[in-house]
């Protein structure tokens, strides 16, 4: 099981989508789901637990991006967003091209993990193949930690 948060990002929410993927992906009754999103929409964080693997939270963390919720790996479990971003950032960094690197060697220094991952990232889906090992590392890590905001072509 892998435990996730939701918060809401944009005006305009599918609440009726969200509601129906938090009910198919983590199991919730309808009812719960729905009191899942409204505790999201009031400003709340509220944790799901996703059944099976990290990937089927990624599908779901994705997936709610689309209906314009922001969800995240919880940190439980001893999860922390800052270093599993720098863990990734550190292993793919010394493949990626000096400027890419320096911008996000940059943002490190400032405290800023989720602007170097998300420069890296950029970096690597304009100058990498979808299934370059480097760039799926920091997609992963970006849905990890809550980078995905439906935005389109941004992962």
Do not use: Y
Not at 101 to 115: H, R, V
Not at 124 to 133: E, I, K, M, S, T
Request: with cysteine.
């Amino acid at each position: 099981m892998t435990a996730i948060e939701l918060f809401h990002l944009r005006r305009a929410r599918d609440k009726p989508r969200a509601v129906a993927l938090l009910t198919e992906q983590a199991g919730l009754t309808a009812q719960a789901a729905l009191a899942v999103v409204h505790q999201a929409v009031g400003g709340g964080k509220p944790q799901v637990s996703v059944a099976g693997d990290e990937a089927a939270a990624r599908r779901l963390i994705v997936a709610l991006a689309d209906t314009g919720f922001v969800a995240r790996r919880a940190a439980v479990d001893h999860f922390d967003a800052a270093r599993h971003a720098g863990l990734a950032l550190d292993a793919v960094l010394p493949r990626c091209a000096p400027g890419a690197a320096n911008a996000a060697g940059a943002a490190l220094l400032a405290g800023d993990w989720a602007e170097a991952l998300a420069l890296t990232l950029q970096h690597l889906q304009v100058h990498r193949p979808a299934a370059d090992a480097d760039r799926l590392r920091l997609e992963r890590a970006a849905i990890d930690t809550g980078l995905v905001r439906g935005v389109p072509g941004r992962v």
